[in-house]
Each structure stands twice: as C-alpha cells, then as structure tokens.
C-alpha cells in the first residue's frame, strides 16, 4: 500500500513555473513507475509524464513536452514536476500516481495508487 500527497499547486500568470511535488509514504517509491494526470473541469483526466522507477525513462504529451520536466529522488519518497512557461491550457488539477510492476508509461489503467490532487490556475 503507498499513499501519495501532492503538493506545490497554486496560482500563476502564463509564462509563470510551478514545481509539484508527490510524497510517498507506505511501501518506499523506487519500486513504482510513477506518473502526472491532470484533469481540467469538463475535460477528461489526461496524462503529463511518467518516470521510471530508477528515472532514466521518461514520457511526455507533446504539448508539454520542452516546458514540463519529471524527477525522482527514491531516498526522499518524492517525485516532482517541474513546470515552467506555464499557459492558460494547463490549468487542471494535477494528480500523482505509482504503478507498481508492469507499466504502459501513458496509461491512467497501469496505475494502482493515487493522491488527492493540487489545483494549478494559469491566467493570462
């Protein structure tokens, strides 16, 4: 069992960075693929990027890619999301998730643990 909490979510003017942060507690993280969702309202829950477990893969959307980075540090429990040039089209709440063993790096399916969530607000 792990249990993940985002957070880092807030605020922001395009152009603007965020860095998300996802902590684990339960089970350590190195052995999840881990992963960022976001879901705008009205919209359906859509990927951002994954990691490997030991972080040398890592999978983007295109529309995020170049502006959004994905990390890992296993000895903290914590993966993050930095994110910068941030537009009005980012604007969702972000959502961390782990996958444990098999794993389809873009596939909500492939993930067995999720948190709660961290709203981010891009205004233009």
């Known amino acids: 069992q792990v249990q993940l909490v985002e957070s880092g979510g807030g605020a922001v003017q395009a152009g603007g960075s965020l860095r998300l942060s996802c902590a684990a507690s339960?089970?350590?993280?190195?052995?999840?693929?881990m992963a960022w969702f976001r879901q705008a309202p009205v919209r359906e829950r859509e990927f951002v990027a994954s990691?490997?477990?030991?972080?040398?893969?890592?999978y983007y959307r295109d529309s995020v890619r170049g502006r959004f980075t994905i990390s890992r540090d296993n000895a903290k429990n914590t993966v993050y999301l930095s994110m910068n040039s941030l537009m009005p089209d980012d604007t969702a709440v972000y959502y961390c998730?782990?996958?444990?063993?098999?794993?389809?790096?873009?596939?909500?399916?492939?993930?067995?643990?999720w948190g709660q969530g961290t709203q981010v607000t891009v205004s233009s």
């Open positions: 998730a782990a996958a444990p063993g098999s794993w389809t790096p873009r596939s909500a399916g492939s993930y067995t643990y």
């Open positions: 339960g089970r350590g993280l190195s052995n999840y693929a």
């Open positions: 990691i490997s477990t030991s972080g040398g893969l890592q």
